[in-house]
């Protein structure tokens, strides 16, 4: 792989990462490069949430309709715009559409299926914390115009692309193809991300736990046992919770930590959705050396049936997230055998 110093642009990064693959098409680069644009929008947009939110109580709609979206409907329709006239894509799935979405007859069609939640973590807007898009990029299996349930409903692990934008106190993308995990920071001012996270990694070091505690006495006592153990003072563990996975995941792919959204009365299958939510975080968790189960299986192992299917999601660092399946497994270990022990 060519080297990248700190401050090199997306662009560059992708052309010469993608240099290095002498069959490459150039659509996935002209793909990513939509998503860059995609997300400059919102991020320009999510910055005068504010403003949009006084406009609209004082009377509503301006004259281009603009403010008034919510920005999870600005985030979608920004996305699918960006995409669909760039003849990269074959399909769209998006958690704010029923159904997947065809790119229109008057654009070509590409090889890639673009899978998102274009707005993660909506209910923050308001409190200006940090929220984001996360997307997962597969190549068809399918052939024909229009791409079919068979290229999405597969194991993560044959996704090619995942990645996602936080848009926090700054905006960053953070993209894999499988082989290390890389951070680009927007600078407003120019108007381009710019390499700000080389191989990123999920360290063990820092001891942090994400969940909504709240629901503790919900979850399987063994896992609650598991939470109670990590508070020994003596280990030296916080908590960190933002209610935004995209933000959760960014904190702790940056500083270290673990991730857990286990079932609840409310959610027994869990609330997070497989192809946009958990499959690419894993896609990202498992290239930065950290994991990612259901409880019981990796997720990358794991086949979605819909498209909007569920998941409980344990994801962060691998001695955390391996401890989480020892304790949910019992005294038995996990089925899979895959996990090791912490020593
Ligand atoms: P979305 O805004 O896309 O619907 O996702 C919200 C999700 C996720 O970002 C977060 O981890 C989780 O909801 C928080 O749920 P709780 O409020 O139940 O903790
Ligand atoms: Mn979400
Ligand atoms: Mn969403």
């Known amino acids: 792989m060519a080297h990248f110093e700190e401050g ?3 662009d560059r990064f992708l052309m010469e990462t993608m240099r290095a693959h002498p ?6 680069l002209t793909l990513l490069k939509q998503v860059a644009l995609a997300g400059k929008l919102c991020s320009s947009r999510v910055q005068r949430a504010g403003l949009a939110g006084m406009l609209g109580a004082a009377g509503g709609m301006n004259i281009q309709g603009e403010f008034v979206q919510k920005l999870d409907i600005y985030a979608n329709e920004t996305f699918k715009r960006a995409l669909e006239h760039a003849g990269v894509c074959c399909m769209i799935v998006s958690e704010e559409d029923d159904g997947a979405v065809f790119i229109p007859p008057e654009f070509p ?4 299926i673009f899978s998102m939640d274009p707005l993660d973590g909506s209910s923050n807007i308001d409190t200006n914390a940090s929220i984001g898009t996360i997307f997962a990029i597969h190549r068809r299996v399918s052939e024909g115009r229009d791409g079919t349930m068979a290229d999405v409903l597969r194991p993560g692990r044959e996704l090619v692309c995942a990645g996602y934008i936080v848009y926090g106190a700054g905006t960053v993308l953070v993209i894999s193809t499988g082989k290390g995990v890389h951070g680009f920071t927007l600078d407003p001012t120019v108007g381009e991300f710019f390499l ?7 360290t063990a070091a820092t001891r942090s736990y ?8 919900q979850w399987d006592p063994r896992l ?13 563990w916080s908590a960190r919770y933002i209610g935004s996975l995209v933000g959760d995941f960014h904190r702790n792919l940056v500083k270290g930590g673990v991730f857990l959204y286990p079932p609840t009365a409310k959610a027994p299958k869990g609330k997070l959705r497989m192809l946009y939510e958990a499959q690419p975080l894993a896609f990202l968790a498992e290239a930065a050396g950290g994991a990612a189960s259901d409880g019981v299986m990796p997720i990358l192992d794991k086949v979605p049936t819909t498209l909007h299917e569920r998941t409980p999601l344990y994801i962060g660092n691998s001695e955390a997230v391996s401890e989480i399946v020892w304790a949910l497994a019992g005294d038995e270990g996990p089925p899979s055998g895959q996990w090791t022990r912490r020593g």
């Open 196 to 202: 700000s996270h080389r191989e990123m990694r999920l």
């Open 23 to 28: 069959g490459a098409t150039g659509h996935l």
């Open 224 to 236: 609650q046992e598991w939470l109670t153990r990590q508070k020994a003072p003596e280990l030296g």
């Open 210 to 217: 994400s969940c909504n505690e709240a629901y503790a006495a």
């Open 109 to 112: 069609v590409g090889d890639y």
């Open 8 to 10: 090199t642009t997306l």
